[in-house]
C-alpha cells in the first residue's frame, strides 16, 4: 500500500516553521510536520526547582498537552482530570530530557528555570516528535532574548537537538508515520537525536509483530537520514533568522 500522501518512504512530511508566534513568550514557534501542529513557547522564570537551589545552576523542563479538538473526538482538558495522563507525563518528560542533553546548565545565568509548553493544536501523529523538533528553535530564541536582557553573555546551547518518528506499515519501512499509518503500523519508532546524529533517545515497539536487529539498524538509518533534514532546517532557520520557513519556499 503506498502512502496516502504520494510521498516516499523515506521523505518527511511538509514543515512550516513561524518563530517569535507569541508575542510574551522569550521564545516561541508553531511547528507544522504535515497536518501535525505543535505551538512550541520558551519562558524563563527566575527561580529554580527547590532541589536545585544553592547549586547556582539552571534548570529546563517541558509540559505537553494536547488541546480538547486536536484530536478526531474531543479530548478532555487534563487539568480537569487534576493529573496529566501517564502518556502526557512520559512525553513532557521526553521532551525535557532531550533538550536538557545539549544545554550548559551552569551558563543559564544562575538558579533560573526555563520551561518549554509544547500544546499540540492539531494532531495527525508524531506529535512528541515535533514538539521537540520546535521546541529547539523556541529555546534558543529564547536564550537569545535572555542574552539581549543582559542576562547571560552565550547562548549556553551545544547543539541542535531533533526528532523523528519511523516504522514499518505492511513490511515497508517509513519515515515520519502521520496518524493513519502508525495506527496500524506493525513496528513503531521515535527517535531523538543531537545535531552529530549521536542518539540521545530511543523508544521502540514492536506493536504487532517482532523486529530482528537489522530491521533495527535500518530504522535507525532511516531515522538518521531525516534527523539530519530537520537539524539542516533548524540551523537554516536560526543562522539566517528566518521568520517564517516553509518547504520549496
Not at 86 to 100: A, N
Not at 123 to 144: K, P, S
Amino acid at each position: 500500500m503506498g502512502r496516502t500522501s504520494g510521498r516516499a518512504n523515506d521523505a518527511l512530511r511538509p514543515i512550516t516553521i513561524t518563530r517569535r508566534y507569541l508575542r510574551h513568550a522569550h521564545g516561541s514557534c508553531l511547528f507544522e510536520l504535515g497536518d501535525t501542529k505543535v505551538l512550541c513557547a520558551a519562558t524563563f522564570a527566575d527561580s529554580a526547582p527547590g532541589w536545585r537551589r544553592g547549586s547556582g545552576l539552571g534548570w529546563v523542563t517541558a509540559e505537553y498537552s494536547l488541546l480538547p479538538a486536536s484530536t478526531h473526538t474531543r479530548s478532555r482538558r487534563e487539568v480537569s482530570m487534576g493529573a496529566p495522563s501517564g502518556r502526557t507525563h512520559e512525553i513532557q518528560r521526553l521532551i525535557g530530557r532531550s533538550l536538557r542533553t545539549v544545554v550548559d546548565m551552569r551558563s543559564m545565568g544562575g538558579e533560573c528555570t526555563l520551561n518549554l509548553d509544547c500544546d499540540v493544536i492539531q494532531a495527525d501523529g508524531g506529535t512528541r516528535t515535533a514538539a521537540i523538533t520546535g521546541a529547539y528553535i523556541a529555546m534558543v530564541d529564547a536564550f537569545a532574548t535572555w542574552r539581549e536582557a543582559g542576562r547571560i553573555s552565550d547562548i549556553p546551547v551545544l547543539d541542535n537537538v531533533a526528532a523523528t518518528s519511523v516504522g514499518v506499515v505492511d513490511g515497508v519501512a517509513r519515515l515520519d508515520l502521520e496518524y493513519s499509518e502508525d495506527s496500524i503500523a506493525e513496528v513503531d519508532m521515535n527517535v531523538v537525536c543531537d545535531g552529530k546524529g549521536r542518539f540521545i533517545e530511543v523508544q521502540g515497539t514492536g506493536e504487532r509483530t517482532p523486529f530482528d536487529r537489522a530491521r533495527l539498524d535500518a530504522l535507525l538509518d532511516l531515522a538518521a537520514l531525516g534527523i539530519e533534514r530537520l537539524v539542516a532546517i533548524q540551523r537554516e532557520v536560526i543562522t539566517g533568522d528566518i521568520e517564517v520557513y516553509k518547504d520549496g519556499a
